[in-house]
């Protein structure tokens, strides 16, 4: 295993910049660069987890602008996002931090900031959790971000790392390896309704809450949505669940709602 926290923060040339803070002038060179080499260094099965910082970008997927960085095909990519930064305020952080009196210095320092990663064509900035693992039997990689809470809201272990990565193997296998599975709801998920009113006509909506070791944030469902989750939870295979369902609907549909459960992680494979 492999584990890294590159430095990723994007500087204006002429700034002043600590090493251990700049990443290159877009910031995201050095974790790019990390990640493209790592994978010589990665055994069959092996992993690496590096922290860093992405640009989004107009017209590219944070997921386009890591694979291409990566020379390799059977590396698997997951993308654990935390929730997004406004130009506005990564530029206020940084530049606080280096004029904490927040005086003119303070001020000149945030627009020099912002200027530049709009030159860049930078629209926002996200942490993430980036997992690579070398897959077993090449070419079987893949990428795939997947949206979390913050930092702080979340637990982060090996097992649910292998778990993700698990599910993500399954949905490449295709539909017969999907409907021979054995998926089920994970420990610590609780379901509520909640209305928006106390009298007979007031809305109600139904939402998964998950623990914060699944990382990912509540979900919304539907009757229909909810009722499929249950008879996969306790049906012996995927198949069986989909064969129960009644009012009947197209396998298609089921096979998809199924696969953004498992992705998501509001199922997981038994």
């Known amino acids: 295993i492999i584990i ?3 430095p990723f923060v ?8 600590a090493s251990f803070e700049y990443g290159g002038p877009r910031g995201d060179e050095l974790p790019l660069r990390l990640m493209r080499e790592i994978a010589a260094y990665l055994a069959i099965n092996g992993r690496a987890v590096i ?14 602008h890591l694979r291409a960085a990566l020379p390799s095909p059977d590396i698997k990519v997951l993308i654990l996002q935390c929730p ?4 506005n305020d990564y530029c206020a952080i940084y530049a606080a931090a280096d004029h904490p009196n927040l005086g003119a210095e303070f001020e000149r320092d945030t627009l020099l900031r912002r200027d530049h990663l709009e030159a860049m064509g930078i ?3 996200r942490v993430a959790i980036n997992i690579l693992q070398h897959a077993a039997e090449p070419p079987t990689g893949w990428t795939a971000a997947v949206d979390i809470q913050g930092p702080g809201q979340i637990i982060l272990t090996s097992e649910r790392i292998d778990k993700m990565i698990a599910a993500r193997d399954l949905a490449t296998r295709g539909e017969r390896a999907m409907l021979a599975a054995k998926l089920r709801v994970p420990e610590g998920t609780t379901f509520v309704e909640e209305r928006s009113g106390l009298d007979a006509g007031a809305k109600s909506k139904l939402m998964a809450r998950l623990s914060p070791w699944l990382l990912v944030r509540p979900a919304d469902l539907n009757s229909d949505a909810l009722r499929l ?4 939870h306790q049906s012996p295979t995927v198949k069986d669940a989909a064969e129960r369902f009644r009012p009947p609907v197209e396998l298609e549909k089921i096979m998809s709602t199924v696969q953004y459960f498992l992705l998501y992680g509001l199922l997981e494979i038994a």
């Open 4 to 6: 890294s926290q590159p």
């Open 10 to 17: 994007s500087a204006p040339p002429g700034l002043a910049t």
């Open 51 to 64: 922290l860093a910082e992405w640009p989004e970008l107009a017209g590219e997927t944070v997921e386009q």
């Open 84 to 87: 997004g930064s406004s130009l």
């Open 123 to 125: 629209r926002g900035l």
């Open 229 to 232: 989750l249950a008879l996969v």
